[in-house]
């Protein structure tokens, strides 16, 4: 016989490692709840959430092709605007 299924038999389609693989990745999604509920937000946490957003909104409209600064008459601004206020609703801040 030649072909594939001659090339290793012990490899088969739906053979014990996947069952024994798919029970590994059913057991890890059981373990204990996240960690990150059992942080705090420290005080200069507005600031760094400012600084994600912005870094992320310049690298959305260089992606575009805008301007990264681009003057308020443009339309660029306002989509500028709108995507940064998007990432800080994102973080969990509202507008003041």
Same mark, same amino acid.
Not at 21 to 37: E, Q
Not at 40 to 66: F, K, N
């Given at each position: 016989? %030649?072909?594939?299924?001659?090339?290793?038999?012990?490899? /088969?389609?739906?053979?014990?490692?996947?069952?024994?693989?798919?029970?590994?990745?059913?057991?890890?999604?059981?373990?204990?709840?996240?960690?990150? /509920?059992?942080?705090?937000?420290?005080?200069?946490?507005?600031?760094?959430?400012?600084?994600?957003?912005?870094?992320?909104?310049?690298? %959305?409209?260089?992606? /575009?092709?805008?301007?990264?600064?681009?003057?308020?008459?443009?339309?660029?601004?306002?989509?500028?605007?709108?995507?940064?206020?998007?990432?800080?609703?994102?973080?969990?801040?509202?507008?003041?």
């Amino acid at each position: 016989m %030649t072909g594939f299924e001659n090339a290793s038999p012990w490899i /088969r389609p739906g053979g014990p490692a996947i069952a024994v693989l798919s029970a590994i990745l059913l057991l890890s999604g059981c373990s204990s709840p996240p960690a990150y /509920r059992e942080w705090t937000a420290s005080p200069d946490v507005p600031t760094i959430a400012y600084d994600e957003c912005t870094e992320q909104v310049d690298h %959305t409209m260089r992606l /575009r092709g805008y301007p990264l600064r681009p003057l308020p008459e443009t339309p660029q601004y306002g989509y500028r605007k709108e995507i940064f206020a998007l990432c800080m609703r994102r973080k969990g801040y509202a507008t003041e």
